[in-house]
């Protein structure tokens, strides 16, 4: 397959560009496939799972208390239920989950201050699944359990200036599209505005703004390749144009896996407090947990921050869908809408008027959940409170690490085949603290650079396809790997997931990568 060819798929998406790599790969050998191409980890976060179906079991045996019929249970019954539960814990104790729920449980109810059957019954009752999640938003107390996670994890302290509200989702994909959502709806975007984007990133944060229901102009806030992907004072700066109204960003980054420097950070806090106090900061923090001492965007400007958080990546979950939505309770989007022209105030007030008494009061973060079920279909909004009750324990998992013992062990899954890949390649490691090294982004041309000369690297760009080389690696080496130029990242560069494949495929795939380029060099010899 030529050029041609290679020219037809380059203008899809390279999640969609993935598929044709895997099925020539599969043409040449099924069984030596390796897909390194999407980021689903290949670990199971277990201890909170069978937590979570313990507490199912006593779930059941709650409701088992007052049948309505030999096969239909009760609704469980408050009085007597953090006694009953105490209760199955010692029975139980053997078991490590079962250890997990009492220190769970002597978290929330004494580290928490937590009334022991207040939060009994809302858990129980969450895990049966046998009513509408109440509140809509999030369920009372695993929203105060997840402010916590994202505490320790996000902001490294307490949240400056009160608390962020938290709306669960279905994962980190269905926020984004609730937010965007929202944000158009309440007039604080419009189509045609110009909005700034963290480059490289996730592509669909590419192709979403491109879509005719938005239409925005994109400004790239572009990370420097030879800085370790950090931005530029002079990339921040393009922030201080008042035309620009939000800057997205994935953080740490993807595809290029890394974190940013608390300088960078302390640039743009300074900047919202100042010269742009209305601008929009959405940030997709799922990788955060794999860099030490993360700071979130929230955490230095949280009152111009909308955070993505999700728990498929840390736990393996990506099938749960287990994502929030955090606003600051006192936040500048809130009084950006009360400052719109009248006529569009009014619109507003009559769209939420069936779902709010006082709908010009009503936050931000209560009209995405009106919104994700189209306003009218309010009253069955939110995530399924089992759902709900999963993120928990996720949550509770962390909390109680003191050691970070879960944290380590995760890093070094990915850190183990980070370098195994580098090293396979010819590479050096990059060492840098904010790496997450949950992906990796390798320059080709960059490495021919360096490897062969730079009359070499000029011309694999130039008489080559930009996905040929992903193109070959699949059609070749039967290794499927992202295209980096979908991700705004340079030409001719790969994306590797570090999370999908076992340990020893990243020996091969590090070889392969360096085998393909010294065929392509080859080639260039012998032209």
Not at 117 to 141: N, S
Not at 147 to 163: A, D, N, S, T
Not at 340 to 367: A, C, F, G, W
Request: proline content about 6%.
């Amino acid at each position: 397959m030529g050029a041609k060819e290679e020219k037809k798929y380059e203008a899809l998406s390279p999640f969609e560009l993935k598929n044709k790599l895997i099925e020539m790969a599969k043409t040449k050998d099924e069984k030596m496939m390796l897909n390194a191409g999407r980021g689903n980890p290949n670990w199971v976060t277990m201890v909170p799972r069978k937590a979570f179906f313990q507490l199912g079991i006593f779930a059941v045996e709650e409701s088992e208390r007052k049948p309505h019929r030999p096969r239909l249970g009760g609704p469980p019954e408050k009085n007597g239920i953090a006694k009953r539960f105490e209760g199955f814990l010692k029975k139980n104790a053997k078991l490590p989950e079962v250890r997990f729920l009492n220190d769970a449980y002597k978290y929330v109810t004494k580290d928490m201050k937590i009334d022991r059957d207040d939060f009994m019954l809302e858990i129980v009752d969450a895990i049966l699944g046998d009513h509408y999640p109440t509140p809509d938003r999030m369920l009372a107390i695993p929203e105060k359990i997840v402010h916590k996670y994202l505490e320790q994890e996000m902001f490294k302290g307490r949240v400056p200036g009160g608390k962020f509200d938290l709306f669960a989702t279905e994962g980190g994909t269905a926020a984004m599209d609730y937010i965007f959502s929202t944000l158009m709806e309440n007039k604080l975007s419009h189509k045609g505005d110009k909005i700034a984007l963290g480059t490289p990133i996730f592509t669909p944060y590419i192709e979403i703004p491109r879509l005719n229901d938005y239409k925005f102009v994109e400004l790239q806030i572009i990370q420097d390749e030879n800085n370790d992907w950090q931005y530029p004072d002079s990339e921040i700066a393009k922030l201080e144009d008042p035309a620009v109204k939000a800057f997205f960003l994935v953080h740490p980054s993807n595809p290029t896996s890394v974190a940013m420097h608390q300088k960078s950070l302390n640039k743009i806090a300074q900047l919202v407090k100042t010269k742009r106090k209305d601008l929009i900061l959405l940030t997709d923090d799922v990788y955060g947990t794999f860099v030490n001492e993360f700071k979130s965007l929230a955490a230095i400007a949280p009152y111009n921050t909308i955070l993505v958080y999700s728990f498929s990546k840390y736990f393996g979950a990506t099938g749960w869908r287990l994502g929030v939505i955090g606003l600051h309770e006192n936040n500048v989007f809130d009084k950006m809408i009360k400052q719109l022209p009248e006529k569009d105030r009014k619109q507003l007030h009559d769209r939420y008027s069936t779902v709010e008494l006082d709908p010009d009061n009503m936050k931000l973060i209560d009209r995405m959940v009106a919104d994700s079920r189209s306003v009218a279909l309010h009253h069955t909004a939110g995530l399924s409170t089992p759902q709900q009750v999963q993120m928990a324990l996720f949550s509770l998992y962390c909390l109680i690490d003191k050691k970070d013992a879960y944290k380590k062990e995760a890093q070094s899954i990915v850190k183990q085949r980070f370098e195994t890949l580098y090293k396979a390649a010819g590479l050096p490691c990059p060492e840098h603290e904010l790496d997450a090294r949950y992906y990796t982004t390798i320059d080709i041309p960059k490495l021919a650079k360096q490897r062969y000369g730079q009359e070499f690297a000029s011309w694999l760009l130039k008489n080559h396809e930009p996905i040929d080389f992903v193109w070959n690696l699949a059609s070749k080496k039967s290794v499927v790997l992202m295209d980096g130029g979908g991700f705004d990242a340079p030409n001719m560069s790969v994306r590797v997931s570090l999370a999908n494949l076992p340990d020893q495929a990243y020996a091969k795939i590090g070889q392969d990568i360096s085998d393909l380029l010294s065929e392509y060099h080859k080639k260039w010899e012998a032209k």
